[in-house]
């Protein structure tokens, strides 16, 4: 296994144009690290750099502490799976496991060729398909076929590159379940990029957000979700995203198209000084007035308002109420959707409603919002202002202790791989350098700052 150090890494094409820009990420060994962002923002370039397939301009990328800045792909003992499987479509499903081992020759017997490529396919549920041809196969299994190929070069580390894009939505689910169990019972580093934040979410113990070339954030999702280091993350990560609402701030109250709404006075000391912020608050923060317990109805604040339509979807609902935004806030909205990869920011709010809400479309309402958990951007810099520093180191702290158990089950419950493929991170405790918050360098910077260490 291995741990991976990202220094300061740089690549820029023949226009000058940097790609990745001063990206410095430290991958404990074990650990399971996600690249995400918009198309563009350099995730896959910054995946091709780690297994050598793209040239580093600038920077140092270490292996177990050994600069492997010029060495060739075959040297670096990564193993990379492709979004389009790579399957050779004449070899049945063992030969095609089996095909890197045979590509060493004189260096594996058959009887352990034999060995590995069995004990993958038992790990990856493929006993029953191993003399059958990958046109055969469903799309879930031609990627287990392809996973299987990188489980028997006993790699240091896995590297996916969008796995699962080709796959339909009910099979994606599915694959991600598998891939992140297969990943807990070996234990090998790896490396996985997706622009698709429910992958991100789900798979990673820590996930870096990136944005044209350079490193937003880097944490555990929840920490993402929770405490976004900026306006960008903020509204990348969430489905439906985060509301961004412009407001004035006098004293301790907000100025919004909405209404006033009182704020925490910490939340309004951390905004002190500024005129006119962006408050971010997310859909499931919103409750029908009508419904919210009396214990917790203190902690928040309610205003009025008429809902354009709503849409029922079962266990919940959502309400979006439509806002009239100023010029300039209107210009910043769009800027942070191209940014996002998105076609808009339309001014409008997304409230999630409980299923048993009685609040229609076209009728006014009362609503009830949570100020606990607002946040308050600065709309010139997109820094988070109320970003609360230790309650984000703690919620990575926590994720690392309830993967640490996790992996820790998953390699003692009798579902462990043989000793072919044992994880060298058998102790049970967190990945090293994935300790609250990230290590130094796997903090984050200020929406559009370089990523320093």
């Known amino acids: 296994m291995a741990s991976i150090t990202l220094n300061h890494l740089v690549k820029k094409y023949g226009d000058g144009f940097p790609a990745v820009n001063d990206v410095s990420i430290d991958i404990a060994d074990g650990e399971f690290i996600i690249l995400v962002g918009p198309s563009g923002c350099g995730k896959s370039t910054l995946l091709r750099m780690i297994v050598g397939l793209e040239d580093i301009t600038d920077g140092d990328l270490l292996i177990n502490g050994t600069r492997v800045n010029d060495k060739a792909p075959r040297d670096r003992n990564l193993a990379m ?31 352990e060729v034999d060995r590995l490529v069995t004990e993958a396919a038992a790990t990856l549920e493929l ?16 990627q287990r076929v392809a996973m299987g190929r990188a489980i028997v070069r006993q790699a240091d580390a896995f590297l996916f ?11 994606r689910g599915q694959m991600r379940s598998e891939i992140s169990q297969m990943q807990r019972r070996l234990g090998v580093t790896s490396v996985y990029v997706t622009h698709d934040q429910t992958e991100a979410m789900t798979l990673g113990d820590r996930v ?59 939340k309004a000391a951390k905004a002190a000084g500024k005129k006119v912020v962006l408050v971010g608050v997310r859909p499931e923060f919103f409750e029908d007035a009508k419904l919210v317990e009396e214990s917790k109805r203190g902690h928040g604040s309610t205003f009025r308002a008429t809902l354009s339509h709503t849409e029922w979807l079962g266990n919940e609902q959502y309400g979006y109420i439509n806002f009239d935004p100023a010029p300039e806030v209107r210009e910043l909205l769009n800027n942070l959707a191209k940014d996002m990869d998105a076609d808009e920011l339309r001014p409008q709010v997304v409230v999630t409603l409980d299923a048993a809400s009685r609040i ?47 992996i820790a089950n998953a390699q003692g419950d009798g579902h462990s791989t043989a000793s072919g493929f044992a994880s060298s991170n058998t102790g049970g405790g967190a990945p090293a350098g994935a300790s609250a918050g990230g290590s130094s360098r796997g903090g984050a910077t200020a929406a559009g700052g370089k990523h320093t260490s």
């Open 360 to 406: 229609r479309g076209g009728r006014e309402a009362e609503i009830w919002l949570d100020t606990r958990k607002l946040h308050l951007f600065d709309p010139e810099t997109g820094v988070n202002l109320t970003r609360d520093e230790a309650a984000g180191a703690a919620l990575t702290e926590e994720a690392n202790q309830e993967r640490a158990e996790e």
């Open 127 to 142: 006993t029953d398909h191993l003399q059958r041809k990958p046109a055969n196969l469903s799309g879930g299994q031609r």
């Open 208 to 266: 870096a957000v990136l944005k044209k070339g350079e490193l937003q954030q880097i944490a555990s999702p929840r920490e993402l979700y929770e405490q976004p280091r900026n306006l960008f993350v903020a509204g990348f990560i969430g489905s439906p995203s985060m509301n961004f609402l412009p407001a004035t701030i006098e004293g301790g109250v907000l100025r919004t198209a909405l209404g006033d709404i009182a704020i925490p006075a910490e």
């Open 161 to 171: 590159d969008e796995p699962l894009s080709n796959l339909d939505a009910k099979l």
């Open 81 to 111: 799976v492709f979004q389009n499987y790579a399957l050779y479509p004449h070899l049945t499903v063992y030969e095609n496991i089996a095909f890197p081992l045979r590509l060493a020759k004189g260096k594996h017997s058959d009887e």
